[in-house]
């Protein structure tokens, strides 16, 4: 069975930061796209960043020059370092990641953490 499993999330204040892991296990043949999507209360599930296999990143505009996605391929990990955060950063962070078992590709999702930006 294939698993997202995060960690990272937290309270924070205003002007704060907080760095988002997620690492996958399980048995598959390899990853390719791995991203960051969040859900704030009422809204939708929008994407935060993505990295692709060739290392290129996309933002979404609200985060750029705040949020940098990497990850490490040795440990099949994505990494969101979030600085600068603002209220309206407060949502649900889930990784997600493209995954080959045997021949297609599928979108997983991880369980979601929790960041909450406040004084």
């Known amino acids: 069975q294939v698993e997202l499993v995060e960690s990272g999330g937290g309270l924070v204040q205003p002007g704060g930061s907080l760095r988002l892991s997620c690492a996958a296990s399980g048995r598959y043949l390899s990853i390719n796209n791995m991203g960051w999507y969040r859900q704030a209360p009422g809204k939708q599930r929008e994407l935060v960043a993505v990295?692709?296999?060739?290392?290129?990143?996309n933002y979404a505009d609200s985060v750029k020059g705040r949020f940098t996605i990497s990850k490490d391929p040795a440990k099949d990990a994505v990494y969101l370092q979030m600085n600068n955060l603002k209220p309206e950063d407060t949502a649900v962070y889930y990784c997600n990641a493209d995954i080959r078992l045997v021949v297609a590709l599928r979108p997983y999702w991880g369980q979601g953490t929790q960041v909450t930006v406040s004084s």
């Open positions: 990295i692709r296999n060739s290392g290129g990143a």
